[in-house]
């Protein structure tokens, strides 16, 4: 029987690296409805920057995974059921798979926009290797991308492809870019780096539909306004994957919910990555999973251990203007103040005792992140 861990996003492979540092005994099989091959997520919208093809960001592939992990890993193989009673999983094929222990790495869905026109379909969204590979084989040729999206993802693609000599359209309803993860002032300073990069910003607006046009695609904004282009890209959020969690019973708020010990309301069920909401917080990043993954690996080993979580700051790759951030909550009393100019700022949110409960870095400041980052309490502490 043994443990079945559903994924092979960095959340299940780093989970199974970790239970292996405890114990190389307990039968591992991991399930993915994916090519299983490892690689770093967020490598993906660096790989113009460092000229690396989608099969050069592969780190290892199923076969030497599974030899390294002294695991089974299934590909290409969908999970249609939790059966918590049985403590087994059916796959697509109507087969079913018992565990002992099961750890659900099953990340998130790109939300998919709702987009008129005739060649809506062929919007690419990028949240995996195996969609990268179809995006890069659209866009290595492709003189101009729309991108649908100011996020961490929309800015990131945006410049990247235009360090590639790509011509890039950057589309978003809000007035700033990264609006959950910055204030005013720095995101003003990546607005500047991005069009002194040259990539042209339409704020205020969205994509509304996408059509076939003469050369390419023709891609309307709610403006009325159109764009030519050979490639549009949707990067407008994610939503955490819990329908199967759901459907089996498990707790679902914005993610399957853990306990401290990754644990879901199901015995011997466990969750975690882009997937989870862990002691309260869906955090759908590298550290957060890193963390969760060292906790879970000793837990499943039979060595139960809470995951810590200190704050984590998100740092977004836009070579133009880094940015390194963590948002205040949005009830913090408090202001901002910033320090620096142009590009480079250090903005601190403080309430009036001085406490601080959020940061923003953009530039050259981004190497101050250590001593703000030490000064805030933990997310979940020891
Ligand atoms: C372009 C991009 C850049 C990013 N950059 C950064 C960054 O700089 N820093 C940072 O911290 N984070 C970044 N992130 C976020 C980070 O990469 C993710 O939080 C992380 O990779 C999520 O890993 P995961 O294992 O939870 O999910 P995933 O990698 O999505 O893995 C999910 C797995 O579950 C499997 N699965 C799902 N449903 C089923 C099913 N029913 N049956 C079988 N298998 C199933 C899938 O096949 C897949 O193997 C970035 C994300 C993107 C898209």
Redesign the pocket.
């Known amino acids: 029987m043994g443990i079945v861990i559903?994924?092979?996003?960095?959340?299940?492979?780093?989970t199974a690296r970790e239970l292996r540092k405890h114990d190389t005994e307990t039968p591992l099989t991991l399930?993915?409805?994916?090519s299983?091959r490892a690689y770093?997520?967020?490598?993906?919208?660096t790989g113009y920057r460092k000229q690396q093809t989608p099969s050069d960001l592969v780190q290892g592939e199923p076969a030497a995974m599974a030899e390294s992990l002294d695991a089974q890993v299934l590909t290409g193989?969908?999970?249609?059921a939790l059966l918590p009673g049985e403590s087994a999983i059916r796959?697509t094929d109507g087969t079913t798979l018992p565990y002992e222990q099961l750890v659900l790495?099953?990340?998130?869905d790109?939300i998919a926009p709702p987009l008129g026109g005739d060649a809506a379909e062929a919007v690419f969204q990028?949240?995996?290797l195996d969609q990268?590979e179809r995006f890069r084989a659209a866009a290595d040729d492709a003189r101009r991308v729309v991108i649908m999206g100011g996020g961490?993802?929309g800015c990131?693609?945006a410049n990247d492809l235009r360090e590639a000599g790509h011509g890039v359209d950057l589309v978003f309803p809000e007035p700033l870019p990264l609006p959950r993860l910055l204030p005013e002032q720095p995101a003003w300073a990546l607005h500047a780096a991005l069009t002194e990069m040259g990539v042209a910003i339409h704020t205020g607006v969205t994509l509304v539909a996408v059509d076939h046009g003469t050369a390419g695609v023709v891609a309307t904004l709610s403006s009325g306004r159109t764009l030519e282009a050979d490639v549009v890209l949707a990067?407008i959020g994610?939503r955490p994957?819990t329908s199967?969690a759901k459907t089996a019973g498990l707790t679902v708020e914005q993610g399957i919910r853990t306990d401290r010990w990754l644990a879901t309301s199901e015995p011997n069920i466990y969750a975690?990555?882009?997937?989870?909401a862990v002691g309260g917080y869906v955090?759908?990043?590298?550290?957060?999973?890193t963390n969760a993954a060292r906790a879970l690996g000793r837990t499943l080993a039979g060595e139960p251990a809470p995951v810590h979580y200190p704050v984590?700051p998100?740092?977004?790759?836009t070579s133009c203007c880094q940015v390194v951030a963590w948002p205040p909550p949005e009830d913090a009393p408090g202001a901002w103040q910033f320090d620096g100019e142009g590009q480079n700022l250090r903005g601190e949110y403080r309430d009036t005792a001085g406490t601080l409960h959020g940061f923003a870095l953009t530039g050259k400041r981004i190497k101050e992140r250590m001593p703000l980052t030490k000064e805030m309490p933990p997310l979940l502490g020891e």
Do not use: H, Q, W
Request: glycine share 10%; with cysteine; aromatic share 6%.
């Open positions: 559903i994924g092979t996003g960095l959340a299940g492979y780093t399930v993915t409805a994916d299983g770093s997520k967020p490598m993906l919208s193989t969908s999970v249609e796959l790495a099953l990340g998130a790109p990028v949240n995996d990268y961490l993802i990131e693609f990067a994610l994957r199967l975690l990555g882009d997937c989870a955090l759908p990043y590298v550290a957060p999973l984590m998100v740092t977004v790759k």
